[in-house]
């Protein structure tokens, strides 16, 4: 009798995987490699994708793989070694012109390793940053990157360098001068596109408090001051983070709570003096929200992504919400995720183009759950789309 119910047991798990992965199949983030190790995800357009896989033993060798319409298009495999210098040899995308993508990487010059006070890491003065063409024949002309950078955005895709005659941000092979105002040698958190030959940067100052200076073509336009990473209210935790600009000048900035779930949500909007005007709270009805990504769709109007989770475990969904340039809610787009996978943190990645991708997992260890389901990277529009909304609205508040 117990074999009985452990051979149906064992069939049932079975039907599940079958059901579950033949949904999504052909969108398959790992094809055949090991699953105890870590997966990174850099989607290029609507039809191509790379996926890194660093594993977490040392006898196992990283791989990467270019994905073109759910089909393996090329891929990479490279040899074994410490964890942290795994990491660092890895090739990830730099950037890409539809059939040469170009990646960047670092090689180790010693077999010396910088011990910090809390964590084992390579020295980085002992890499060499190199840049290789993928294509057809593998990594081709690979060379040393001579300039001195000192943040990269975007998956690469922004860079900012430091230079004697100052720093500079490049994006798709054009320079853009950082303006004098900003101390040389500033580290930056962060750096979003912003319009014609402008950016956002987030930094920290001298003073220990966070900016964000709007600049274009050189010149600081405004500089507002922004909560630091993270602070502690009581025992709560809040959590901010730049998110988006727009294209009137402004940006948006997201509060998190840590309430147990994550909704509601606050985005806090500057204008285009860089002053604090209004507040949108985003809420759902008995549901996890957490946001994702947010960018400007080819309208120019501000797109954000986001997930809703049941507290029940049994609904699983990505959204994504257009707004105007008042900030008022035109468009509101729900895409279901299979309940199988369990995936209650979905992630949302954009590609250069802005299309925009769902990576699902199943949570119960690293593809190793009881259904051992593949992880899969699918564009957005590809997932079910549904009419329900699970009460997800948008408040807005002006000061």
Known sequence: MK?????????????????????????????GEPLNGARHYYPLDAHNAVIYYRPYDETTPWHVTWHRDGEVYRDLEGPCGDRHDLEWRVPKPFSWDGETLTVTYRVRQTEQYQRRMDVDAPDPDNYTVMIADW????????????????????????????????????RDGKETAVPDSIPAGTMFLDCWPAGEDAFLLKFRGDDGKAYVVRAANGREIYRAEVPVSETYTGDEAVSFRLFSADRAGGFIRQDGFNHGDYSPVYLVHYNAAGKEDRTLVLKGDD???????????????????????SNSRKIYTVFALTFDDDLNLLRRDVRKIDPEYGDYSPGIFLAQDG?????????????????????VLIPFDKLEKTDKTYGLKVLQYNP
């Open 135 to 170: 294509t057809a024949s593998g990594l081709t002309n690979a060379r040393a990157v001579e300039e001195n950078w000192s943040g990269l955005f975007e998956g690469g895709r922004t860079v900012v360098y430091r230079r004697e005659t100052g720093a500079v941000i490049r």
């Open 355 to 375: 299309t925009p991708w769902a990576k699902i997992e199943e949570v119960n260890g690293e593809g190793g759950g009881w259904l051992g389901l593949c992880p």
């Open 287 to 309: 549901v996890c929200l957490s946001l994702l990504r947010a960018a400007q769709d080819p309208e120019g109007l501000l797109t954000v992504y986001g997930s809703m989770v």
């Open 3 to 31: 074999r009985t119910i452990a051979f149906l047991l064992l069939a049932v798990l079975l039907a599940a995987a079958v059901s579950a992965g033949a949904e999504y199949r052909g969108w398959n983030a790992v094809m």
